[in-house]
């Protein structure tokens, strides 16, 4: 699906010998660019989504011990 954004016969059948131009090397490029900075963002919020839970889980442990 993402390919076809980037250009439509890049979708076609495999092994068919396909010309690609400047432009659409850039545009894949791009994409691919894109997507990396997708999943560092996830990777980022599942970080500190467990982050929150351990600190939260450690504080009422802790509670728990009288500390």
């Known amino acids: 699906m ?7 016969t890049l979708n076609e059948l495999c092994g ?7 432009s ?3 545009k894949l490029n791009s ?3 894109s997507l990396k900075a997708e999943k ?3 990777l980022e919020k599942v ?4 982050n929150v839970v ?5 504080y009422y442990a802790n509670l728990g011990n009288g500390i």
């Open 2 to 8: 993402i390919i076809t954004k980037v250009h439509p």
């Open 54 to 58: 351990v600190t939260s889980g450690s």
């Open 24 to 26: 659409i090397l850039a």
């Open 16 to 22: 068919i010998s396909k010309n690609i131009s400047d």
């Open 47 to 50: 970080n500190f989504t467990i």
């Open 31 to 33: 994409t691919v660019e």
């Open 40 to 42: 560092q963002t996830q």
